[in-house]
C-alpha cells in the first residue's frame, strides 16, 4: 500500500482519504470517501467525487495531492482514448493502470499520489489493480488506500470473500467506507461507489446520514 | 560503544513494544490479549514476551510503547497496589489500579512514551477495562492499543457487539490480535490471552500455526 498522509506531508491540497475497489461474481465495485482538505485542518471539499473514469468501463481512485492526482488522471484519460482509437477495441484494464503506473514512476520524484484501478474488460473480466506511491503495479482482488484504509486493513482482511453477490460486495464496502470515516479526521462526507460489470456502469452514492451505524454511534 | 551507533544497530536502537494489545469486558470478567515481539529498530530482540502483566490477583495490566518506561511503571503500580490492598484489607479496584497508573502516566506524560491498558475484576463492579492512553482515565467495554491496532479499529468497531460471552469475548481478541499481527510489522509472534472472573485467572499461550486465518493467507 502506499504511504499514509496522516501529517499533512503533501503540500497543499490533499486528498487525506480512504479508497478501495473489490472484485465480486461477475463485477467490481469502487469506491471512496468525499472529503478534500488542507493539512487536516480545513476541510476544503466535503463533497469531491475521488472515483473518476477513464474510459467507459475503467474507473480509478486517488489518494495523495489532488492537484497531481487530476493531473495524472487527466493524462490518462488522453493517452487511453488515444490508444483505444489505435487497437480499435476497448482498452483492458490492465493498460489504464499500466498507463497510470507509467505516469507515476517516470514522475516518482515529483509526484505525491497513489491510484486504484477497477473495471471490467472482455479478456479478463473484472480486474483490479493498485499503482503504489513508487510505480509498483500490482493486482489484487481486494485493495484500500489512503490515510483512512489503515483503518481497516483488519475489517478487510476479516470479511472480504471471493466471489461475493454485488449485494454483499457493496455491503462490504460501504461498511469499509463507513468504519474508515468513522475513524479517519481526514476521510468523511458521502460515500461514492460505483459497480462496473459487463452490462455497465452504475453509481451509487450513500449520503452520510444513511451511512450504516456501528456499535459505538 | 554499545550505545552511541557504531555497533549493530539493535544495541542503540530503543527497545519498544511496537505491538497489538486489546482488552474486552464480559457479564462477569476481562478477557485480555497481546501479541509477543518486542523490537529494537528492525530486529525482533525478543519474540516471546508476554505483555499481559499482573498487577494484582485478579488486575493485569497489557503493556506497549516503550518496553522500559511499560514495565517500570507495571512494577511500581504492582507495588502501590500492594501496599493499598493491605492498608485497605481487601482486594483493590480495578479502578484503583487505573488511576495509579494513570498517575503516573499523567505526571511524567513528557518523559514517559507508554501506554497501559488496565483491565480485571472486583466485588464491586465486576469485570472493567480501563484505558489510560496519555494520563487520561476513562472506562470502556473494549480497548485496544498499540501500533498494530490502527489496522484494527474498523474489524472491532465493526464486530463489537453488547453482551457477548466469554468464549465469544475469546474469540474476537485472538482475531483481532491475529489479523493485527499479520499487517503490523511491529506486531508478531505468539498470542497470549488472559481471562479473568470471578473465580479464576486463566493464562493461555496460542502459538503461531494455530491462529486464525483469513481469505489471502
Redesign the interface.
Known amino acids: 500500500m502506499e504511504k499514509h498522509y496522516t501529517g499533512s506531508q503533501v503540500k497543499g491540497v490533499s486528498t487525506g482519504t480512504t479508497i478501495l475497489a473489490a472484485v465480486f461474481d461477475g463485477g467490481v465495485v469502487i469506491g471512496s470517501d468525499s472529503r478534500a482538505s488542507i493539512g487536516g485542518e480545513y476541510v476544503s471539499s466535503k463533497t469531491i467525487n475521488k472515483v473518476i473514469q477513464v474510459h467507459d468501463q475503467i474507473f480509478c481512485c486517488m489518494a495523495g495531492s489532488l492537484a497531481d492526482a487530476q493531473a495524472v488522471t487527466k493524462a490518462a484519460k488522453f493517452h487511453l482514448s488515444f490508444h483505444s482509437i489505435q487497437m480499435e477495441t476497448p482498452p483492458l484494464v490492465i493498460s489504464a493502470a499500466s498507463v497510470l503506473k507509467d505516469l507515476c514512476y517516470k514522475n516518482k520524484d515529483e509526484l505525491q499520489a497513489g491510484f486504484i484501478t477497477a473495471g471490467w474488460d472482455r479478456k479478463k473480466g473484472p480486474q483490479v489493480y493498485v499503482v503504489a506511491l513508487g510505480g509498483m503495479l500490482v493486482s489484487q482482488p481486494v485493495t484500500i488506500g489512503g490515510s483512512g484504509s489503515?483503518?481497516?486493513?483488519?475489517?478487510?482482511?476479516?470479511?472480504?470473500?471471493?466471489n461475493m453477490s454485488r449485494e454483499e460486495c457493496l455491503q462490504f464496502a460501504t461498511?469499509?467506507l463507513a468504519?474508515?470515516m468513522?475513524?479517519d479526521n481526514v476521510s468523511g462526507g458521502i460515500a461514492h461507489l460505483v459497480v462496473i460489470t459487463e452490462k455497465g456502469v452504475e453509481h451509487v452514492v450513500v449520503p452520510g446520514d444513511k451511512l450504516p451505524k456501528?456499535?459505538?454511534e | 560503544s554499545m550505545l552511541d551507533g557504531t555497533g549493530p544497530e539493535w544495541l542503540s536502537e530503543e527497545v519498544k513494544t511496537g505491538t497489538t494489545i486489546i482488552a474486552i469486558e464480559y457479564n462477569g470478567g476481562v478477557v485480555l490479549g497481546s501479541d509477543s515481539r518486542v523490537s529494537a529498530g528492525a530486529s525482533v530482540v525478543n519474540r516471546v514476551m508476554n505483555k499481559l502483566s499482573p498487577l494484582h490477583d485478579k488486575i493485569y495490566c497489557a503493556l506497549s510503547g516503550s518496553a522500559a518506561d511499560a514495565q517500570t511503571i507495571a512494577e511500581m503500580v504492582n507495588y502501590q497496589l500492594d501496599v493499598h490492598s493491605m492498608e485497605i484489607g481487601e482486594d483493590p479496584q480495578v479502578r484503583s489500579a487505573a488511576t495509579l497508573v494513570k498517575n503516573i502516566s499523567y505526571k511524567y506524560k513528557e518523559e514517559l512514551s507508554a501506554h497501559l491498558i488496565v483491565a480485571g475484576w472486583d466485588r464491586r463492579d465486576g469485570g472493567q477495562v480501563f484505558a489510560t492512553l496519555k494520563g487520561l482515565i476513562t472506562r470502556q467495554p473494549f480497548a485496544v492499543g498499540g501500533s498494530g491496532s490502527s489496522y484494527v479499529y474498523g474489524f472491532v468497531d465493526a464486530e463489537y457487539r453488547r453482551g457477548m460471552n466469554k468464549e465469544d469475548c475469546q474469540q474476537f481478541v485472538v482475531n483481532t490480535l491475529s489479523l493485527a499481527m499479520s499487517r503490523d510489522g511491529s506486531s508478531g509472534g505468539v498470542a497470549y490471552i488472559v481471562t479473568i472472573d470471578e473465580h479464576s485467572t486463566e493464562e493461555k499461550v496460542i502459538l503461531g500455526n494455530d491462529l486464525p486465518t483469513f481469505f489471502d493467507q
Open positions: 489503515t483503518y481497516i486493513y483488519g475489517y478487510v482482511d476479516a470479511k472480504y470473500k471471493p461498511n469499509a468504519l474508515a468513522g475513524r456501528f456499535h459505538d
